[in-house]
């Protein structure tokens, strides 16, 4: 699924004949409109430019996508992508600017501007939307789905706990097998990785290592699953748990364990509150209980009440009470934006501190978002006819929402926050949109910790 001119929608190739007689350059932009969030993470545009934009096509690309749509019944343009191959070496002539990746942008604002280079090609602005738009919605809306999620756990941090220090570690990301694919799970979890540090989708590393030059960007501890626990029978549960600790217990270090395989209240009260408590609280380490059913909002408070009863709390100097260090508490079941708040919120009305728990979420971070998450479109604004600039609008009376943006555009940063505005209209402003790849090129190359300095400034 490599070739470039194939990542596009049917309708796309019937375009390059529909542009008015003289047209050379099409400016276009992508923004999200609106949505759940009011603002967005920028993230992901830099991966899909280095894995798709600094390839050449290849003359076999352009025989298998002639064939494949002149049998699907729509036009090819053969001879614009026979120029694109012999006078531009097979790079594409276009040039992207896009704000830097970790800015968080309120809606409304452009976020990436995109044009071709050579006037032979002005259809091939529009003929790339499809894989440009989702290269930035997706992996944006995720990094922004994920900041949401960091928010209120800092915020209920501060109000019942000693120090926000484990802030990073608060969401570990389970999405992977839940995604749509490996490239999915790649975006999303590199998106989360921008906000935390905690994963277990291996595929986030790999890309952000890869595009982005991270050494090594999150962290995980072993963890059993119920066909580990419920393979030793329900009379060696206590058995199986007590594995764990031998494998994998011990000074300063961490091990998550499933414990509703049977009867939760029986693991917490019976197996890890009795028979097992002396070696959790003598390993040096910390024990992680992950119950995985029941209605999050009655099974967390309660399974941290039976925890506290066995192994003790204390009061911080903020009122609200904490298990000692060597247990805690995971919940990755039902986990959501909104969850989360509910279930710190219900946890903050009984007195006890959000230190005590993390949260692994899995679809509703890297699969349960869509284009809509944030109204995302990429729209034309501009267009060069015979040296002529003139500008390019959508004013729909059936919903001004759809009101799109005219002209070419910049994006400026005032003391009230940021702005769109005609790019002639700059002046001596500083555009905060930044040439990021021209012509085969990668212009600005952002670091992972660049980018997750860029998102933590608020």
């Not at 930035?136 to 120090?163: F, G, H, M, Q």
């Amino acid at each position: 699924m490599q070739n470039l001119i194939l990542n596009t929608d049917s309708y796309k190739t019937s375009h390059y004949v529909q542009y008015p007689e003289g047209a050379e350059i099409v400016s276009s932009y992508i923004e999200s409109r609106g949505g759940d969030y009011a603002e967005t993470l920028m993230f992901g545009l830099q991966a899909f430019i280095k894995q798709y934009l600094t390839k050449p096509i290849s003359a076999d690309d352009i025989d298998e996508a002639e064939a494949l749509l002149t049998a699907h019944g729509v036009p090819f343009n053969r001879e614009g992508w026979e120029y694109i191959l012999n006078a531009c070496g097979g790079y594409l002539p276009i040039e992207i600017q896009a704000v830097p990746e970790g800015t968080l942008l309120p809606v409304g604002n452009v976020m990436v501007q995109v044009k071709n280079t050579d006037p032979e090609c002005a259809w091939l602005t529009s003929y790339i939307e499809t894989a440009l738009l989702r290269a930035v919605w997706y992996p944006t809306t995720v990094a922004t789905v994920s900041k949401a999620c960091k928010t209120i756990i800092n915020r209920y941090l501060d109000e019942t706990a000693e120090n926000s220090d484990g802030l990073g570690f608060k969401l570990h990301d389970f999405g992977a097998r839940g995604a749509s694919s490996e490239e999915t799970a790649a975006l999303g979890g590199a998106a989360h990785l921008v906000n935390f540090m905690g994963t277990d989708t291996i595929s986030g590393l790999v890309l952000a290592r890869r595009f982005y030059g991270a050494d090594m960007p999150g962290f995980s501890i072993p963890a059993a699953e119920h066909s580990t626990i419920t393979s030793w029978g329900k009379e060696g549960e206590s058995a199986a748990y007590a594995n764990m600790l031998k494998q994998f217990g011990g000074e300063e270090r961490l091990v998550a364990v499933v414990s509703d395989s049977y009867d939760l209240w029986n693991a917490i009260d019976n197996i890890w509150g009795e028979s097992l408590k002396e070696q959790i609280e003598n390993m040096g380490g910390t024990l992680v209980v992950r119950p995985d059913s029941g209605d999050p909002l009655e099974v967390v408070p309660e399974a941290l009440e039976r925890l506290m009863a066995k192994f003790g709390y204390t009061t911080n100097s903020k009122g609200y009470r904490v298990l000692p260090d060597c247990v805690r508490l995971i919940q990755g079941d039902g986990v959501s934006v909104a969850s989360i708040e509910a279930i710190l919120a219900a946890l903050k009305e009984r007195a006890i501190s959000a230190d005590n728990i993390a949260f692994g979420m899995g679809g509703e971070l890297l699969q349960k978002v869509n284009r809509d998450t944030q109204k995302f479109a990429m729209k034309a604004s501009a267009i060069r006819i015979n040296g002529q600039w003139q500008d390019v609008f959508k004013d729909p009376i059936t919903d001004p929402g759809k009101r799109s943006k005219r002209g070419r555009l910049a994006l400026i940063k005032q003391a009230d926050g940021y702005q769109t505005i005609r790019e002639d209209e700059l002046g001596s402003q500083a555009n905060e949109l930044v040439t990021v790849f021209r012509n085969g090129d990668v212009l600005v190359n952002w670091t992972f910790d660049e980018i997750r300095e860029r998102a933590a400034q608020r």
